[in-house]
């Protein structure tokens, strides 16, 4: 069947099996940053924004985001670039691979919280694994960013 | 220094979170065949009969493989040099599968329904076997696991598979039973530590092609794409010279990707099919069908005088290593050789034990390799002895344990399955760590604990550490270096960036010795068709061996840009300077890099300077470190809480503080992990249970309250501007520092990780039914 998508401002079309999930479809058609870690919605590696909320895209049916609007880290290049450099001064970078959705995270969090303390932030990323930092570097770019010290 | 030692922003951070082509699978071809392995549901059996037919005339599906139709030669997956230190013991495909999990068949289709559909296709007959679930009695148990005869080690390592032993090992210094018996005080206990899922972010993932000049092209997320090519060439019997492997960015590894997962299936397909193929690991499979890190039991005795001196350690390990026997005998003699020398002044030192295969996934690689076991053995131990004294925990580790410019008979003694390599300590900064950090976490005025109100009890514990920096006259790493047009430079390495910025800080070495800036210096890593050798990343050996390959380089660089500048400016060599930009004669007359490097390409004595250097090390520097935490433990629920873990680390200079940090960092937190919750379990057939990230927890950013880490002043000479290794040091000190940490909250000794809040509180209640009371205070 098909669906359609407004993906990073672009509306496409695609043909999907009912039982197909959403991360499959992005990445099939080479959408690939978005990242598979875990495909059991407990990693959040594959987080995307639907309709400007947050979701785990290895745990939603294609079928269901029909004429939905998504955005990925390419949809919100400047933003994005912003936590990078954050990410960067802070040394939160290590393999990278949680990162786009961490940041796409970042991004909800942002949208959603006004000034966050600290435990919020902690609470609203504890979804999105990392095995490599430790978490503290991140949560210092998090806040680096959210300060705008760029 | 200009770049070295500076908090440099990783060189591909940023690419990577804007989400550009850069991991294994985003370089699969589209259209690729989808391979799926059938595993096996059985902790032990022999395949009796398999039936591919239906799978074969299903629809899409290109070729099946089942152990009669690939070719049988034993290998070891374990990228580790060669010839390796583990058994040859694992084929292709097998007529025995060895844990659920294990390989029965595989199939290659043209998408993932397809290929599932036919692996439920298979017709499998299995004569179930008496599978060996405890490793402590494994060790001749009437079932052997490896019965079949072409099955060799490649050099003496103790491998008796009739017996279950994959490996053994024994060494001595001096008189260990007799300085035992004639010490003032002997404590013995043993330790028992869990297998811990490496749960790197992103899963086991390879894919094959084969291109233009019919040559067998891989991208492989590995840390060590040079292994995997000799390992396929070798197993497959396909000329080495017909394999390229491409390692892209690696989502994490910590030892799990170092061996072979998926890349031989894969391999075979493509070569059979000639078809491009690809395979990315469910989570499921991470868990059930990769690595483990080895559990081990760990019997210690410990014999002192009563002013605390330590004259004997006794160390008796018995390790697990799953269903085939990766890494099993040099993790298990690393619990040995980076654990016991952090006291070196015993008058006999004993290590010895077995490592034995059992019905489970195989245990691997895994960062801290056998240290961490090791480490919470022996610092658990420390504690414990200076309670029997009535001694100060810090001052007697003090007392007893290795200083700078000293040594101990282990490094000569124990190697890397072989014998190892002698030498002194040129940096050891353990007493300014022990005293920083006790500085930092507060030890006077929390230790040994303080009733904080509401059931809580505030404790601190700490342990010491050390690791190694590479293998000595084995892992080696190379460079090369060109310089183009303009006057930038590229740096080629075979060095393994799998996420911890080996990619950068060698840049940034590069770049330092060059004189130039990082942006300058392009990097180009981990493909066995462009890129000079390396052993890859293990062993913490990339900052120490590859980093001093880079430097002497790019010193090989600058001579010849001097001898061309010497040529364009016709003097002599001696007299010019160079400050990264221009060099300058005496004589006052100059030429920039750009001119000169523009000039030997376009115009005037043309050629290509390139220099290619490579290094081995002729010793392994330890970095050291002290790890300090601070817990808040609930006496009514055994609750703990870490607030505060502090890390104080020796790793010579650091090449990156921000990226040295994350390192310690991430090991600490992992190390955690292990301390407190993360345990791979099975039901009682051998099924893991624990084989998802619901049903195995790994830390979130909710488990750490508070972390502070800290490099101490330290310049090992024989490093790369003074460097030693900083990968897998964090690791090792959690799980003894927290056991300590309860037992001088609780007066609890835990010795089996890890220490939940469960173990706590039943162990806590058991000693209140006994009716000893919180009153040993010290």
New interface residues.
């Given amino acids: 069947m098909n669906i359609r998508l407004r993906i990073n401002g672009k509306w496409i079309t695609f043909t999907v099996k009912p039982d197909e999930f959403l991360l499959d479809t992005l990445r099939n058609n080479q959408i690939i940053s978005v990242k598979k870690g875990c495909d059991g919605s407990t990693c959040g590696s594959c987080t995307i924004l639907l309709n400007n909320q947050p979701v785990l895209a290895c745990s939603l049916l294609s079928v269901r985001a029909d004429e939905s609007t998504i955005l990925t880290v390419e949809g919100h290049a400047e933003e994005v670039e912003k936590i990078a450099v954050a990410f960067g001064k802070e040394g939160a970078d290590q393999c990278g691979f949680c990162n786009p959705g961490m940041a796409l995270m970042i991004i909800a969090l942002k949208q959603s919280h006004k000034n966050p303390t600290d435990d919020e932030i902690k609470h609203y990323m504890v979804g999105n694994l990392c095995r490599c930092s430790g978490y503290q570097a991140q949560f210092k770019a998090i806040k680096r960013y959210l300060e705008e010290r760029l | 220094m200009k770049v070295v030692n500076q ?1 440099i ?2 060189i ?3 690419g ?8 294994t ?2 370089y699969s071809e ?1 259209g690729s065949l989808i391979v799926k392995v059938l595993r096996s549901p059985h902790a032990f059996a022999k395949i009796t009969d398999i039936d591919v037919t239906q799978a074969e005339a299903l629809d899409g599906v290109k070729l099946v493989l089942t152990h009669k139709n690939v070719p049988r030669k034993a290998f070891t997956r374990a990228g580790q040099g060669y010839p390796e230190p583990s058994p040859h013991d694992k084929f292709v495909l097998d007529e025995y599968v060895r844990y659920v999990g294990d390989e029965v068949a595989c199939v290659a289709a043209i998408d993932e ?1 397809t290929a599932l559909k036919a692996c439920a296709l298979i017709d499998v007959t299995y004569a179930v076997l008496d599978p060996v679930l405890d490793f402590e009695t494994a060790y001749e148990h009437h079932t052997v696991i490896h019965p079949e005869t072409d099955i060799h080690e490649m050099f003496p390592i103790g491998f008796e598979p009739q017996k279950n032993q994959a490996a053994s090992y024994h060494m001595e210094v001096g008189d260990t039973e007799k300085v035992l018996h004639d010490s003032d005080v002997v404590i013995k206990h043993s330790f028992y530590t869990q297998a811990q899922a ?6 086991h993932t390879v894919n094959a092609r084969i291109d233009i000049h019919g040559r067998l092209v891989l991208y492989a997320a590995t840390q060590t794409p040079f292994h995997v090519r000799r390992i396929i060439s070798q197993a497959l019997d396909v000329p080495i010279q017909k394999i390229r492997v491409i390692k892209p ?4 590894g ?1 030892g799990g990707k170092q061996g072979l997962h998926g890349e031989m299936l894969v391999s075979l397909v493509t070569l059979r099919t000639g078809m491009p193929a690809k395979m ?1 690991f ?2 499921q499979e991470v868990f059930e069908s990769s690595y483990t890190r080895h559990p081990m039991r760990i019997d210690m005795a410990i014999g002192a005088q009563k002013n605390g001196r330590i004259n004997a350690i006794d160390c008796h390990i018995l390790s697990d290593t799953g269903a085939y026997g990766e890494h099993a005998l040099t993790v298990f003699m690393v619990a040995g050789s980076k654990v016991l020398p952090l006291y070196n002044k015993v008058d006999a030192v004993r290590f010895h034990g077995q490592v034995v295969y059992t019905n489970k996934v195989s245990a691997g690689a895994y960062r801290g390799y056998g240290a961490i076991q090791g480490n919470f053995a022996l610092e658990s131990m420390i504690d414990m002895l200076a309670k029997k004294l009535n001694l100060d925990p810090i001052q007697l580790r003090e007392q007893n344990m290795i200083l700078e410019g000293e040594s101990s008979p282990i490094f000569e003694i124990m190697g890397e399955g072989t014998e190892g390599t002698a030498m002194n300590m040129e940096t050891c900064k353990l007493p300014e760590c022990i005293s920083r950090g006790k500085t930092l976490i507060n030890w006077d005025a929390i230790y040994p604990y303080k009733e904080i109100g509401n059931d809580k009890i505030k404790s601190v514990g700490m342990a010491i550490a050390m690791q190694g920096s590479g293998i000595p006259y084995i892992d080696m790493g190379a460079a090369t270096i060109k310089l183009n047009d303009a006057g930038f430079y590229n740096l080629t390495i075979g060095a393994t960036d ?4 080996s990619d950068t800080i060698l840049a940034q070495i590069a770049a330092e010795t060059l004189m130039t800036t990082i942006d300058k210096v392009i990097v180009y890593s981990s493909d066995t068709d462009l890129t000079p050798f390396d052993v890859g990343a293990y062993a913490s050996s990339t900052t120490y061996v590859t980093g001093n390959a880079v430097y002497k380089c790019a010193l090989a660089m600058i001579e010849r840009m001097y001898a061309a500048a010497a040529k364009a400016l016709k003097v002599h060599v001696d007299t010019i300077d160079f400050d990264g930009e221009t060099f300058t004669s005496t004589d006052k007359s100059h030429i920039s890099l750009v001119d000169l490097s523009n000039r030997i390409t376009y115009s005037e004595d043309q050629e290509q300077l390139t220099t290619t250097s490579s290094y081995y090390g002729i010793k392994s520097p330890p970095p050291f470190m002290a790890g300090f935490v601070e817990i808040d433990v609930d006496k009514e629920t055994g609750e703990v809480d870490i607030v505060h873990y502090v890390s104080v680390v020796d790793c010579g200079v650091t090449i ?4 040295a ?2 390192q310690v ?6 190390g955690l992990g292990m301390a407190m919750f993360e345990e791979v379990k099975y039901s009682s057939k051998g099924k893991m249970i624990s084989n ?3 049903s195995y927890k ?5 488990d ?1 309250q508070k ?1 502070t ?1 800290e490099f101490i002043d330290s310049y090992e000479k024989s490093g790369p501007f003074g460097a030693k290794s900083v990968g897998e040091i964090g690791i090792d000190t959690p799980p003894a520092a927290l056991a300590n940490a309860i037992s001088n909250a609780l007066n609890i000794r835990i010795n089996t990780l890890p220490i939940t809040k469960e173990k706590i509180i039943m162990t806590l209640f058991e000693k209140n039914k006994k009716g000893d009371h919180h009153d040993e205070k010290q």
């Fill in positions: 908090k922003p990783s591909d951070g940023k990577i979170m804007q989400g550009k082509r850069a991991f699978d985003d589209p329904e490496h749960a790197m972010m992103e899963p960015r690696v989502g994490g910590f990315v469910t989570r799998i996420g911890q910025g990156n503080p921000l990226m940090r994350g960092e991430g090991a600490i937190v992992q998802d990230f619901l790994i830390p979130t950013c909710l750490v972390m880490t």
